[in-house]
Nanobody
């Protein structure tokens, strides 16, 4: 599967953005999907994930209640709705995918995901 993230931009504190992750391939619904973010000099950080099929979401504590992950399998697209954005949310955001029929899924572990999009920059100004 190939992934392409989009929707990043510059927004003021308290604002909102919606990121999209468009996928190629015929079996999109069979993949677990995740969003990660990274700032310069820091390790890639887990943001949230959604499981294959109808999707169970899972969030990092830092974004819980502000971000919402969803997926539309008919459009082969995942979304990340980000509300109440803070300067600390500034980062490059990456979407990632993992074949959903494996075992021992550790949602927040970036090594679980074999497929990655190219990243989209989100900048939150104070």
């Amino acid at each position: 599967v190939q992934l392409q993230a989009s929707g990043g931009g510059v927004v003021q504190t308290g604002g909102s953005l919606r990121l999209s992750c468009a996928a190629s391939g015929r079996t999109f619904s069979a993949y677990d999907l995740g969003w990660f973010r990274q700032t310069s000099g820091k390790a890639r950080e887990f943001v949230c994930s959604i499981s294959r099929g109808s999707g169970n979401p899972y969030y990092a504590d830092s974004v819980k209640g502000r971000f919402t992950i969803s997926r539309d399998n008919s459009k082969k697209t995942a979304y990340l709705q980000m509300n109440s954005l803070e300067p600390e949310d500034t980062a490059v955001y990456y979407c990632a995918a993992r074949w959903g029929y494996g075992t021992g899924y550790r949602q927040s572990d970036s090594t679980e995901y074999a497929y990655w999009g190219q990243g989209t920059q989100v900048t939150v100004s104070s």
